[in-house]
């Protein structure tokens, strides 16, 4: 049961052109939100994140709109840059699960090309 | 600050062995949880450990196993190798554990035979 889900495997954007990640969910009790990035032979990085109390979240070039009722969560990456090319995950979390447990979705491979 | 450090990086095993692999935290991070990454899966959850216990399960059999030591490192053991376990095996610290931020290692790559 996948409780996580970005159902694009794959993404390509122009440089300088935004690159829209999306990320869907079925636990109603997750109220965190997190997106991660990959580079290969890399552990996953922390991006940026996003309280289930607000509707949105930036951090410079990213940011990340959270749709409560639609259970829909997505990354905007404006404007994209080649060294942006990564893969990128969704993942949740509920205050009612203690501890370093996130849910993640599979994840989304991102290609900027020049 | 020292990040993340996760032995070996890499290694080869045959099915029925076992495989333990270590983790040292950020120095002060008291929560330790490892992932299993295999490609389509994403990062499944293993386990967490805080100030020695186990706080959280995810839903692997009971071959797979993990333990944390006074100085907050940690060790996880597969027992009784399986093709499918080959994997990329993460390891991530935090704080106190609760919900935001985890920083990760950069992996172990475990390659069954």
């Known amino acids: 049961d996948q409780q996580v889900k970005q159902n694009s495997p794959s993404l390509s954007v122009q440089e300088g052109r935004i690159s829209i990640l999306n990320c869907d969910y079925t636990?109603?009790?997750?109220?965190?939100f997190l997106w991660y990035k990959k580079y290969p032979a890399e552990g996953p990085t922390f991006l940026i994140s996003i309280s289930s109390i607000k509707d949105k979240n930036e951090d410079g070039r990213f940011t990340v709109f959270l749709n409560k009722s639609a259970k829909h969560l997505s990354l905007h990456i404006v404007p994209s840059q080649p060294g942006d090319s990564a893969v990128y995950f969704c993942?949740?979390?509920?205050?009612?699960?203690?501890?370093?447990?996130?849910?993640f979705g599979q994840g989304t491979e991102l290609s900027v090309k020049p | 600050k020292a990040g993340v450090t996760q032995t070996p990086r890499y290694l080869i095993k045959t099915r029925g062995q076992q495989v333990t692999l270590s983790c040292s935290p950020i120095s002060g991070h008291r929560s330790v949880s490892w992932y299993q990454q295999t490609p389509g899966q994403g990062l499944q959850f293993l386990f967490e450990?805080?100030?020695?216990?186990?706080?959280n399960k995810g839903n692997f059999p009971g071959r797979f196993s993990g333990r944390q030591f006074s100085n907050s490192r940690s060790e996880m053991n597969v027992s009784t190798l399986e093709l499918g376990d080959s994997a990329l095996y993460l390891c991530?610290?935090?704080?106190?554990?609760?919900?935001?931020?985890?920083?990760f290692g950069e992996g172990s790559r475990l390659t069954v035979l």
């Open positions: 636990n109603s009790m997750f109220d965190y």
């Open positions: 450990y805080f100030s020695e216990t186990q706080r």
């Open positions: 993942a949740a979390s509920g205050v009612y699960n203690q501890g370093g447990k996130l849910i």
């Open positions: 991530a610290s935090s704080l106190q554990g609760l919900a935001g931020e985890l920083f």
